[in-house]
């Protein structure tokens, strides 16, 4: 099996960059207050409405105003930092302070398989890449469905896909806030699936759950039923205003920022209201669209500087931050390279605590691609490498190195690179470093060949990871319960 580092969480050792002066943050900032203040924003949940009426907000109808104060008093409850549970111990995670998590591609509706035909997603597609994200170590968590299982109905779609994930792997799981029952359904899986009382399930967070704020300036009724369940029960909720400059936000990237903060201020401070001390996360998904055809665009400067103000933004609030990996190529190409490690470079120096869809993504969201997800994931050991500290306690080493080759010498073979020139540097799961002859002589396979050939081996040598027969019966238990019953409606 391709040799690859071991499952650990990287940490920001690296500042993130500082795109925009304090002024000026703190100039988005007061846009943003101002429009909460003064134009408001659409909560379409009367349960929403209710509470946010009683915690102090100005209500008209469904449009909602916020002063300064109610948001501070909120913002002032959200924690810094959390631990997301896996259903095993050593799957848990820290979301926050200086910690980075990566999760795997999510919600596409389309896949390209490792024969390269794309096809509509289903059910073996969809366990396929719960298979290989479980086998790759630089994917930390599964961020909802990687690819939508369609041929199952709506209404059980979401029983039997959780079980899926619940049993073919053993990392951290997302739920998707489409209607009550969803919610409801997926806290009681996660929970039996780790075996724990619901006590326990409600102090330790074991899901997450991305809000999309309808932009411009909206949330509805699904997305805030969401927010009521996952936050009122302790589980993650990742507020991510959906702003496209050119489309449903303005132009200019300062206009789409100061609309987005609003968005994700107004987000943030609802789960507060829900449960003081509710684990949330500042999403920021800003970009830019074609103006030619109206299409999303994505790993663009636009994208990388939103990515990287946004983080700035997070840190004003100290909310932990998401950001993503994400490209617009319809192919594992020269552009899909570039693109994700355009994305990545703003995530990353932007300080992103969680990096949505971070192996994978294609298409800008259309389909998902396993042989991308590897390439993603050898992407990802080399971002984690960057993020480390630079180690200079062994300056002396380096010193009697140079002393010892001398003019004109080579360091290969030295004592001090020998040490040094690891997979703690860099990882060759999928990059290729033969000389010209050999690698000619073997084919010359290009990078998204070796990377086919990679998760080809991954998915044969996958194995499920351990889980109790009790808790397998019991989830199974619940599905089959559920699935008799109906399911849920398929209309929200």
């Known amino acids: ?53 009683e915690a102090g907000a100005r209500v008209d109808g469904h449009r909602v105003r916020m002063d300064a104060d109610l948001i501070n008093h909120h913002l002032a409850t959200v924690p810094s930092s959390f631990t997301l549970h896996g259903r095993s111990p050593e799957r848990d995670v820290i979301i926050g302070d200086n910690w980075v998590t990566y999760s795997s591609v999510a919600s596409a509706p389309n896949y390209v398989n490792l024969d390269g035909e794309r096809r509509v997603g289903d059910r073996a597609g969809y366990q396929d890449f719960l298979r290989l994200g479980h086998q790759l170590n630089s994917v930390h968590l599964f961020g909802g469905f990687p690819v939508e299982p369609i041929d199952l109905h709506a209404s059980i779609r979401h029983l039997e896909a959780a079980y899926d994930a619940h049993t073919l792997t053993d990392k951290a799981f997302h739920i998707y806030s489409l209607g009550r029952e969803r919610n409801l359904d997926g806290l009681e899986m996660a929970r039996i699936s780790r075996g724990i009382d619901h006590e326990t399930f409600d102090r330790e967070p074991s899901l997450t759950s991305i809000i999309n704020a309808s932009s411009p300036l909206r ?38 920022l100061v609309q ?61 931050y998401r950001s993503s990996n994400v490209s617009a190529s319809n192919a594992v190409d020269a552009q899909a390279g570039y693109e994700s490690v355009w994305a990545l470079w703003g995530a990353i120096t932007g300080g992103a605590n969680f990096v949505m869809h971070g192996a994978g993504w294609m298409e800008g969201g259309l389909h998902a691609s396993l042989t991308k997800m590897v390439l993603d994931a050898d992407l990802l050991h080399m971002v984690s490498n960057y993020l480390e500290p630079v180690d200079v306690s062994d ?49 010359a396979p290009e990078a998204a060949e070796r990377a086919t050939n990679v998760a080809r081996e991954l998915l044969e040598a996958y194995e499920p990871p351990p889980i109790d027969d009790a808790i397998r019966d019991e989830l199974r238990d619940f599905v089959d319960r559920r699935v008799a019953e109906g399911g849920v409606e398929t209309d929200f």
């Open 1 to 53: 099996m391709p040799t690859q580092p071991a499952f650990v969480q990287p940490r920001h050792h690296v500042a993130p960059v500082q795109v925009l002066p304090d002024e000026h943050i703190e100039a988005i900032h007061d846009a943003s207050l101002r429009v909460l203040a003064e134009t408001g924003i659409d909560f379409l949940h009367d349960d929403a409405i209710r509470l946010l009426a």
């Open 260 to 320: 987005q903060n609003a968005e994700a201020l107004a987000g943030i401070v609802f789960t507060q209201v829900v449960k003081p001390g509710a684990p949330v996360l500042y999403g920021g998904f800003t970009s830019n669209v074609d103006m030619r055809s109206g299409a999303p665009a994505f790993g663009t400067p636009e994208y990388a500087k939103a990515a990287q103000i946004g983080g700035q933004l997070a840190r004003r609030y100290n909310v932990p």
């Open 395 to 443: 300056a002396a080493l380096a010193i009697d190195a140079i002393a010892n080759v001398g003019p004109g010498g080579h360091f290969f073979g030295e004592t001090h690179t020998q040490d040094r020139y690891t997979d703690a540097f860099y990882n060759p799961m999928v990059s290729d470093w033969r000389n010209w002859e050999t690698w000619t002589e073997d084919g």
């Open 219 to 256: 949330y509805d009724t699904p997305m805030l039923e969401g927010i009521l369940q996952m936050s009122a029960r302790g589980q993650v909720i990742i507020i991510t205003p959906f702003t496209l400059a050119g489309a449903m936000a303005p132009i200019t990237l300062a206009g789409a």
